[in-house]
């Protein structure tokens, strides 16, 4: 039972590049989340997805694009990517009935785009 | 919207002395409020929560925190720490729909021996 999965764990890209970043989970939970943590600034949500097939932005989802490919998939993809986009991306999926709120996070993608 | 105000970016304590980590909130009614853990190049673990009922709240690792509705605050407190506890804290707010969370900025905290 490996909970949430994200892949790669390290990152560089160039100005302009391309890549998805991808998360998965094995918990059976609906909904599903995107993060970017930034020295100082907490953690923003960049996108969610409260079920299979619905996507929604959160705070930040200027230059992302998400998938929710099926329930245990939900992809973060970077058409273009930006030096602004340099941090340190987590996935996370929240639990249902007693445990709603509780958010479980992956152990996270660190980016650098130079 | 709801926001999550963490006050102090870094906090230093002794091993064995007591910790007491600030957070406000703001919201119209009574939110989830959650304390999360990042250990260096780790992901958040949840300490504890705070849903409804009695306003002092005991997580895991010795951690506990109190939810005071009249200074819209969730502080997190430790009677004893030890350097193992060095980490980053957050403070998260819910109640929206979707399970949606709003982070405080965190805090860093340093043991030293």
């Known amino acids: 039972n490996a909970g949430v999965t994200q892949t790669p764990k390290f990152q560089v890209l160039k100005t302009g590049q391309s890549m998805t970043l991808q998360c998965a989970q094995d918990m059976n939970h609906n909904s599903m989340y995107w993060y970017r943590q930034d020295p100082g600034m907490g953690l923003r949500l960049i996108y969610y997805?409260?079920?299979?097939?619905?996507?929604d932005k959160g705070e930040v989802p200027n230059g992302y694009n998400v998938s929710r490919l099926n329930k245990r998939e939900f992809s973060l993809r970077l058409e273009s990517a930006a030096p602004s986009q340099t941090s340190v991306y987590f996935c996370?999926?929240?639990?249902?009935?007693?445990?709603?709120?509780?958010?479980?996070f992956g152990p996270g993608t660190r980016l650098t785009v130079t | 919207a709801q926001s999550v105000t963490q006050p102090d970016i870094h906090i230093t304590v002794s091993e064995g002395a007591s910790l007491e980590l600030r957070c406000n909130y703001s919201?119209?009614?009574?939110?989830?409020l959650f304390w999360y853990v990042q250990s260096p190049g780790q992901g958040l673990q949840l300490l504890l929560k705070y849903f409804s009922g009695d306003t002092l709240v005991q997580g895991i690792k010795g951690f506990e925190a109190e939810f005071k509705r009249s200074q819209s605050s969730f502080n997190l407190r430790k009677p004893s720490v030890h350097w193992s506890d060095a980490a980053e804290y957050f403070c998260a707010s819910g109640g929206t729909s979707y399970g949606k969370l709003t982070f405080g900025q965190g805090t860093i905290l340093t043991v030293h021996p």
């Open positions: 996370a999926t929240t639990g249902t009935g007693s445990k709603s709120y509780e958010q479980y």
């Open positions: 997805s409260a079920s299979e097939g619905t996507t």
């Open positions: 919201y119209g009614a009574t939110p989830y």
